[in-house]
């Protein structure tokens, strides 16, 4: 299946987990890519195994939460591709505090890079989106924005905002025919969950010493996993992704996709 042929597409947090694994999946589907991520050994990783691509893969490196960065990368990364088609907002980290234990700085952080850096990357690929073909954004919601995920007040803030402002652009740029999706995963294995990636960028994503795992039963996967585990593979993230961005599903906007393996029936 050759969906992105001549299709020009940005994803961020493209260095590990989910990002990496949609980039895969676009380059794989005849896709010309700019892989965005603050890490440049993550980076390094996916242009290796992404091959000999014919230039059909450019990596830059990009910090969301910094507008200067955002700025000059989204500009090199439209330069690279001399334009853009589609958006997918990756990029992304995972924290996990008590409530009470969470300082302003710790909850201003993951607010800034999870929604900050949506917004801003998304703000500066607009004009580009404007002139392009079938254009799409795919933005990163969770299963937290809907479902109590203890000990991460701050990260299902972050997403629940991304849910909710995607919302609004897909009504505000609706007669423009820009359409505005999200994901919304959960139970897969990414650079968030297992510490690699932008989750590096501080402390990694682990639960607090004396967390109550009791708490976690409401939140597991009732498909089994390959492998065994609770966690499933970032390709089952991909493959939806590279679905929403496509101009095959050029009905769809202003909604999400939950992929978690029925944990949340």
Known sequence: ????????VLITGAGSGIGQATAL???????????????????????TQAGDTGGRLTTVVLDVGSEESV????????????????????AGILRSWHFADTTLADFEHVLRVNLVGTFLVTR?????????????????????????????????????????MTHTLALEFSKENIRFNCVQP???SSGMTDGTGQSKQSVGPGLPDDAD?????????????????????PDAVAAVVAMLAAPEAYFVTGTEVRIDGGTHM
Do not use: C
Not at 1 to 8: A, G, K, N, P, V
Not at 139 to 163: E, L, V
């Open 1 to 8: 299946m050759q969906r992105y042929t001549d299709r020009r």
């Open 25 to 47: 999946r676009i380059l794989d589907e005849g896709g010309t890519v700019v892989a965005a991520d603050i890490s440049e050994s993550g980076l390094a990783d996916t242009a």
């Open 71 to 90: 700025i000059a990368g989204v500009q090199r990364a439209v330069d690279a591709m001399n334009g853009l088609d589609a958006l997918v907002n990756g």
């Open 124 to 164: 500066e690929a607009l004009p580009a989106l404007r002139a392009g073909t079938a254009a799409a954004v795919v933005n990163f919601s969770s299963t937290s924005a809907n479902y109590a995920h203890p000990y991460m007040a701050a990260y299902a803030a972050s997403k629940g905002g991304i849910q909710a």
């Open 186 to 188: 959960g139970s897969i």
């Open 213 to 233: 795992y009791t708490l976690f039963g409401k939140i597991m996967p009732t498909l089994a996993v390959e492998g065994g585990g609770m966690f499933a593979r």
